[in-house]
């Protein structure tokens, strides 16, 4: 059964802190993305990894960072959280060819205050 | 890619068949047809996909028209546990990777 997994369900954090989330997936997928979802907004993406150290911009970079030192692992970083980053972070992963199914994560609901 | 269209919500008793229409009648020759659902909270979950024939497996059937301008996705059995927003989108082989819903099909199963 395919798995993708993220860190934390819940996050509560401070503005101005760093914040990490991880996501692990077990498929040995090559595509790994981060999105942010909000209401009204619908699915945003803030970046994706088509490789091992690879990364693209997705519509919505600003104010993330993104590493991944290996093929399963995909980590989304808040350099300085600020509120308007409180959000459903979802991260999803996918074969190489622009087709192939994303399967998703449960999901990380950060809330920053 | 193409633009889909989907009802808002609509009702489901439970143990009996939920058939879901989609619209995409801008839909290329190259476009697959998903569907995901998203339970409330939780991360959207693949269904099933197709590109011209129907098809079928352990969640849900999908049928296509010959025509490929709509679709419907059926949940042969619902569940209390099916109740969610369901979403069809269509995708082209292409570099462009980003999923974009829609507003989806909020579909609650009743007792």
């Known amino acids: 059964d395919v798995k993708v997994t993220q860190s934390s369900r819940y996050l509560v954090k401070r503005t101005g802190e760093k914040v990490f989330l991880e996501c692990v997936q077990d498929m040995d997928h090559e595509n790994m993305f981060w999105y942010r979802q909000d209401p009204g907004l619908g699915l945003r993406l803030i970046y994706f990894s088509y490789d091992v150290k690879m990364k693209e911009k997705g519509d919505i970079p600003e104010g993330y960072s993104v590493s991944r030192e290996k093929k399963e692992r995909f980590s989304l970083i808040l350099e300085s959280a600020s509120t308007n980053q409180t959000s459903m972070y979802l991260c999803?992963?996918?074969?190489?060819?622009?087709?192939?199914?994303?399967?998703f994560g449960p999901g990380t609901r950060l809330t920053v205050l | 890619d193409a633009k889909t269209t989907q009802p808002t919500s609509m009702d489901c008793a439970e143990g009996r068949a939920a058939n879901l229409p989609c619209n995409h009648s801008?839909?290329?020759?190259?476009?697959?047809v998903y569907w995901y659902r998203q339970i409330h909270s939780q991360g959207p979950q693949y269904i099933i996909h197709g590109l011209k024939n129907n098809e079928t497996n352990e969640m849900a059937s999908l049928i296509i028209t010959e025509d490929r301008k709509s679709s419907t996705l059926i949940l042969p059995h619902a569940t209390l546990r099916d109740t969610a927003v369901y979403y069809c989108i269509v995708r082209v082989d292409s570099d462009d990777y980003k999923l974009s819903f829609g507003a989806g099909t909020t579909v609650t199963v009743r007792a």
């Open positions: 801008t839909i290329s020759g190259n476009e697959y």
């Open positions: 999803a992963s996918s074969g190489a060819w622009g087709t192939d199914t994303q399967y």
